[in-house]
C-alpha cells in the first residue's frame, strides 16, 4: 500500500539559509500534519492543514511556512535556519472523510542538520 | 507541561512473556489514544487506539487499556517477540475539541527490548 513520502530524506544547511521540505500524503488522505522531533525528543505538532486550508497550528516558529497544494502535497518552508532548527521533521496525514480519520499515518521522516 | 508522559524510559522483556507499556495523561480534554511504533530513522508506525468510550482495544498481540478516571492507559504485548523491540510512543489527541483535523500529543517513548 502508498505511504506517505517525504523529500529529501537527509537535509544539512548552514546558518540562515534556507530549507523547503515537501510531503506527499497518502492517496486520498485530505489532511496533512508536521511534526518535529528534536533529539533524544519527543514529536511535536508544528501545523496542519485540511483541504489545503490551515486548520491548526502548533509550536510553529515564525521563520517557519507551510501550506497545502491543490494535489493535496504539502510543503514546509524554514527560512533564516538556526543552529536549533536540526530535528527530525515528520509529515503524517490522514482521511478526515474515513472510518479511521483519528489515525495518522507517518511519512519516514528528513533528518535536518544545520550547520 | 508535559501532557502525556511516559515515565519508564525502557524496558526490558524477555521472548514470549508479556510486555506492558504505560502511559498517564493530564488533559481531560484527550479522548482518543493512539499508540505508535517507531525504529531508528524511520517515521512512527501506528499500531492500535482507543476511543474514551472503551476501556479495551484488542488487535492480535496487541491490547490497549484505558482507564479514564485515573488517567492512564498500557499496551499489552503477548507474546512478545524479538522484532517488537523498538521506540513506543503513546499519543493523544481531543477529537470533541471541534474541526476535522486532530493534532496528536506525543509521550517521549519507551524503548522496549525483547531479549531472545
Known amino acids: 500500500a502508498a505511504g506517505v513520502i517525504q523529500s529529501p530524506r537527509h537535509l544539512i544547511k548552514e546558518k ?3 530549507a523547503t521540505l515537501k510531503c506527499y500524503p497518502i492517496p486520498r488522505h485530505d489532511t496533512v500534519y ?12 508544528l501545523i496542519s492543514f485540511y483541504e489545503k486550508m490551515q486548520s491548526d ?3 510553529i516558529p515564525d521563520r517557519f511556512s507551510a501550506q497545502q497544494f491543490s494535489d493535496y502535497h504539502s510543503e514546509l518552508n ?5 543552529l536549533g532548527d536540526s530535528a527530525l521533521y515528520f509529515c503524517a496525514s490522514s482521511s478526515a472523510t474515513s472510518g479511521s480519520y483519528n489515525e495518522q499515518f507517518f511519512g519516514p521522516g528528513t533528518r ?3 550547520l | 507541561d508535559q501532557q502525556v508522559k511516559q515515565n519508564s524510559p525502557s524496558l526490558s522483556v ?3 512473556r508479556i510486555s ?3 502511559c498517564d495523561y493530564t488533559n481531560s480534554m484527550f479522548d482518543y489514544f493512539l499508540w505508535y511504533k517507531k525504529y531508528p530513522a524511520e517515521g512512527p508506525t501506528f499500531l492500535i487506539s482507543i476511543s474514551s468510550i472503551k476501556d479495551k482495544n484488542e488487535d492480535g498481540r496487541f491490547t490497549v ?7 492512564h492507559l498500557s499496551l499489552h504485548i503477548v507474546p512478545s517477540q524479538p522484532g517488537d523491540s523498538a521506540v513506543y510512543f503513546c499519543a493523544a489527541s481531543a477529537q470533541n475539541s471541534g474541526g476535522s483535523n486532530y493534532k496528536l500529543t506525543f509521550g517521549k517513548g519507551t524503548l522496549l527490548t525483547v531479549n531472545p
Open chain 2, 65 to 71: 487499556f484505558l482507564n479514564k478516571s485515573a488517567k
Open chain 2, 20 to 22: 506492558i507499556l504505560n
Open chain 1, 78 to 82: 524554514m527560512s533564516s535556519l538556526e
Open chain 1, 34 to 45: 508536521w511534526y518535529q522531533q528534536g533529539p533524544g525528543q519527543d514529536p511535536q505538532f
Open chain 2, 14 to 16: 524477555q521472548e514470549g
Open chain 1, 57 to 59: 497550528k502548533g509550536s
Open chain 1, 112 to 114: 535536518l542538520t544545520v
Open chain 1, 16 to 18: 540562515r539559509e534556507t
